[in-house]
Structures are given as structure tokens and as C-alpha cells.
């Protein structure tokens, strides 16, 4: 598996710009909609979870579950990236993640931010 397999982000044709940043150098805010986020929760794979099982006996990277990760992740930031696009926004500042266990039986990821209206300074 190549390095495509375990990124995520954005695309250089993305039409709302997510940043980890409180602003975008070179822009300005003409308006603040609000929070959005997006939220998925991905049950484990038995597979995966019995590979892992073994592999955590040898040690090493679980890559069956890195893998599952990256792709909740992602899923997550596109459905972030939605909400903002449906409620008027072309960029979201302070981009977070929040990962948690979901009852024991998988993982929930929450990208969340604030959606703004952004135009060159």
C-alpha cells in the first residue's frame, strides 16, 4: 500500500477551504455562519480486529485499522465540508478532529468547525 492509502485533506479543486487556522492569510471574513460539523461512526472489521489481535503480540503498525481510520476521517471532513457548502460557506476555520469510542463497537470521528464567508483582502 502506497502513502495515498493513509492521507486524507483536501484536493487542489476543493470549492471550501478547510484550515486548522483562526484566518487565511491574504483573506478576509465577510460573514460568520456558524459551526458545522460532520460525524460518522465506523463498526470494526472482525478481520481487521483478529489481525490486530495478533499483530499487537509481535508489535508493529496496524495497518488493516490505520486504513479503516484514515477512511472514517475522511468521510467525516466530506461531510463537514457539505454542511458548510448547503448553509452558504466557502471556507471553514479552526478545523478539528474529535475521535472516540463508540459502546465498544467502533469509532466515532467529528470534524467540526466554523463556517465564514471569505474574500481577498
Known sequence: MGIEDYSGGQGPQADVTVVTTNDIPG??????IGE???LTVRSRHLGS?????????????????TKTLV???NQAM????????????N???AFRF??????????????YGTAVVIARA
Open 71 to 73: 477512511e472514517t476521517r
Open 78 to 89: 466530506e461531510r463537514l465540508i457539505e454542511q458548510a457548502r448547503a448553509r452558504g460557506a
Open 36 to 38: 458545522v460539523f460532520g
Open 98 to 111: 474529535d475521535v472516540a469510542d463508540a459502546a465498544d463497537v467502533g469509532t466515532e470521528v467529528c470534524a
Open 27 to 32: 483573506y478576509r471574513v465577510e460573514q460568520v
Open 49 to 65: 480486529q483478529i489481525g490486530a489481535g495478533l499483530k499487537s503480540m509481535i508489535g508493529g503498525e496496524l495497518k488493516g485499522l
Open 91 to 93: 471556507a471553514v476555520l
